[in-house]
């Protein structure tokens, strides 16, 4: 039995998470949950984001559902680094996966694009490059400051996220873009594509593609159609999948994995957007990118004709909605489990 | 009198420079200038790239209209840091200016936006963070490989481009954005926005905003109309402007500006598009983004009104053009330069 960690977090977190628990109960039916208050709330209350103790207790499930965490009142960075950003590092997420689909029904700010025409997973490298914190300040506040940033990058680290997405080329269209900044980063940038190339060549039937970061953004917005599978560093990844999120209709739908692929520890899945304190509690957040994610952790968890079920429904949900009225958090919820519920049953 | 030194450089980059010498004989009558032949050929020819003895010429004039550098016969990366990187770190071209319009007649990716709807400039730091070439390998080509980037960041560097960018700020609408990613990029993220609230405080007419670069990204796609000036690091600016040369119709319409507020050195002015080898040699280049690049060079040396005049005559130009027929460079140029000439007779 699976057993999940729900992290329902805060604002709209908590409601959206409800709803892909209840698509959970009907999808990967008798799961086993354990509800975890971390967040805002908790961070307020104690000052503690995520004790040792608790980070165990993840461990020992088999995925965390994850709602949304942050609010107003914790200063910027705090809960993103000491929570998000730690799963990431300590449970050895190495793979952020963003899948970018138009679905129909949803708008996008692009001119001449129909649903079916953007339909492209971006696989994020999660665990080094600038996101490691190495660096410092001297002289801080003064007008003699300087600030380093580093970005570390292995062979390891970059092989098998590389491969990981080689892997997930394969098993869609067969094409795989590297995003990089070679011609400036030369350091980090020949070892990923000497990591890429060494790859590559066991994957003859995949065709490739090599792109600099500042194309790649452009080409995001005005060919998105070209992509297929793109794989690049931490903060590549962090800009491109928010433009991916942008040409797809924005991040109120898209959907998340922090995953680690060889399950040595649990992945983490969320919806994209964050806590919305503006219209939490009111019952009109759309759940739809929270029960995204899970059909990413279905899949993970080896239940790939759930995760299916659940795409499906959420592609009938989109394409039903009239664009003119409030949907309901709860309703949206409902509808999307019954569907899968036919679907499996 | 204005001395002007030309970099024509590669492909296209030719073609378009004659176009844009065209619009300046007539933008700044009697401007000297001299030609210096840098660029892919050079290179295939002596190994050289940019000897000292051109970069000491190239620092006695008040300019450099540069074409375009680069061709398929040349290893990626070499040019691009030999020669334009080089410009701007030794002639301490600190501020990389990106205008962002959509003009008339540019056919924009994004549904629903109007000419006029977009209008904007990106203020991009030029000479620090990851651009310094900080950083290196260990264990080469092996599983043990290793590579780091190190972004360096100054107090002295920052706080100037900032003061910059709040200046055009209040020449335009009076919006300033700063963005950056300080909630996981913390050491140079403290001191970007350290440097930038003490010199908000100077500028109380300008309002301010901070975005980390990851939403930037989305809100360039999907609300490009909310800004007025941004700034930024030498990477984001990197990704950002070429988001904002896609929304506006592409990098084709593009110019930029590597300058030297302080003209201590002379500031470099060119297109943003490539050498484009493919169309290079058959008069159909678009010379538009050179001629827009005059327009930045003649504001950098003072000429307000002529840039104006440039600008104007741009936007008459691509408002004029019927999307079906083939452009032909040397007309553009024709029609451009009696176009200013006729604005200020
Ligand atoms: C919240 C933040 C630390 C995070 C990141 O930068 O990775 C977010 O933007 C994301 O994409 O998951
Ligand atoms: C050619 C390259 C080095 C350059 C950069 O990265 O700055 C280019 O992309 C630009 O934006 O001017």
Chains 1, 2 share one sequence.
Do not use: C
């Not at 003064?142 to 600030?147: D, N, T, W």
């Not at 997405?165 to 940038?189: D, I, P, Q, S």
């Not at 995949?206 to 792109?211: D, I, L, P, S």
């Not at 009111?282 to 279905?298: E, H, K, M, N, R």
Request: net charge negative.
């Amino acid at each position: 039995m699976s057993r999940i960690a729900v992290i329902a977090g805060d604002g709209i977190g908590q409601e959206v998470t409800a709803e892909a628990q209840k698509v959970l109960a009907v999808a990967l039916p008798g799961y086993e949950y354990t509800e975890y208050d971390l967040g805002a709330r908790l961070y307020n209350r104690t000052g503690e984001i995520l004790p040792d103790s608790v980070l165990s207790e993840l461990d020992e499930h088999d995925a965390i559902l994850l709602g949304a965490i942050g609010d107003p009142t914790v200063p910027p960075g705090v809960l993103e680094r000491g929570l998000l950003l730690k799963l990431r590092f300590e449970f050895d997420q190495y793979v952020n996966l963003r899948p970018s689909r138009l679905y129909p029904g949803a708008s996008s700010p692009l001119a001449d694009v129909k649903p079916g025409d953007i339909d492209f997973v971006v696989v994020r490298e999660g665990t080094e490059g600038l996101y490691t914190g190495a660096g410092g300040n001297l002289h801080t506040g003064s007008p003699a400051e300087i600030a380093t940033e580093e970005s570390l990058n292995t062979r390891y680290g970059t092989e098998r996220v590389v491969r990981d997405a080689f892997e997930r080329a394969r098993r869609r269209r067969g094409h795989l873009t590297l995003v990089h900044k070679t011609n400036v980063l030369v350091h980090a940038g020949g070892l990923w594509k000497r990591a890429f190339d060494d790859v590559a060549a066991e994957y003859q039937d995949v065709t490739t593609e090599y792109q600099h970061v500042d194309a790649a953004a452009m080409f995001l917005v005005n060919r998105p159609h070209t992509f297929d599978v793109i794989v690049t560093d931490n903060l590549f990844g962090d800009i491109l999948t928010d433009i991916a999120a942008a040409v797809t209709g924005g991040i109120g739908l898209a959907a998340t994995g922090s995953i680690n692929p060889d399950h040595t520890h649990p992945s983490t899945f969320e919806p994209v957007h964050g806590s919305a304190p503006d219209i939490a509690g009111q019952g009109i957040a759309d759940p739809v990118a929270a029960i995204s994610s899970t059909a990413l952790l279905l899949e993970h968890l080896g239940r790939a004709d759930a995760a299916a079920a659940v795409n499906a429904a959420v592609e009938r949900e989109l394409a039903s909605r009239d664009s003119g009225t409030q949907i309901r958090t709860g309703e949206v919820g409902d509808r999307v489990a019954a569907d899968v519920a036919g679907q499996l049953s």
